[in-house]
C-alpha cells in the first residue's frame, strides 16, 4: 500500500517525544495513528470530543493512568 504523509499540529512536547523516540517506536506510534485515523473516519456520527471521552474512559478502566502514558511515552 502506497503511503501519503500528513502533516497533524501537536504541542511541542508531543513532538519533542516523537522525534527523541527510536524509529522502530516511531513505526508503531505510525501504526496506531494510522488504524485509529480509520476508525475515526468510520465513526462520522460521533464528534471528536464523544470519541476522545470513549478512549479515555476506556483507557482508564484498562488501568492506563497519566503517569503510566508518559512513562510510556518517554520509554525507549
Known amino acids: 500500500m502506497e503511503k501519503t504523509a500528513i502533516s497533524i499540529p501537536v504541542d511541542d512536547e508531543t513532538a519533542r517525544a516523537?522525534?527523541?523516540a527510536s524509529p522502530d517506536?516511531?513505526?508503531k506510534i505510525q501504526i496506531l495513528?494510522?488504524?485509529?485515523?480509520?476508525e475515526l473516519a468510520e465513526l462520522p456520527t460521533r464528534s471528536l470530543a464523544e470519541i476522545m471521552d470513549d478512549i479515555g474512559t476506556k483507557a482508564e478502566g484498562r488501568?492506563?493512568?497519566?503517569?503510566?502514558?508518559?512513562d510510556l511515552l518517554h520509554d525507549e
Not at 33 to 38: E, K, V
Not at 63 to 70: D, K, S, W
Open 25 to 27: 517506536y516511531q513505526e
Open 63 to 70: 488501568g492506563l493512568t497519566p503517569e503510566i502514558m508518559g
Open 33 to 38: 495513528l494510522q488504524l485509529r485515523l480509520r
Open 18 to 20: 516523537y522525534h527523541m
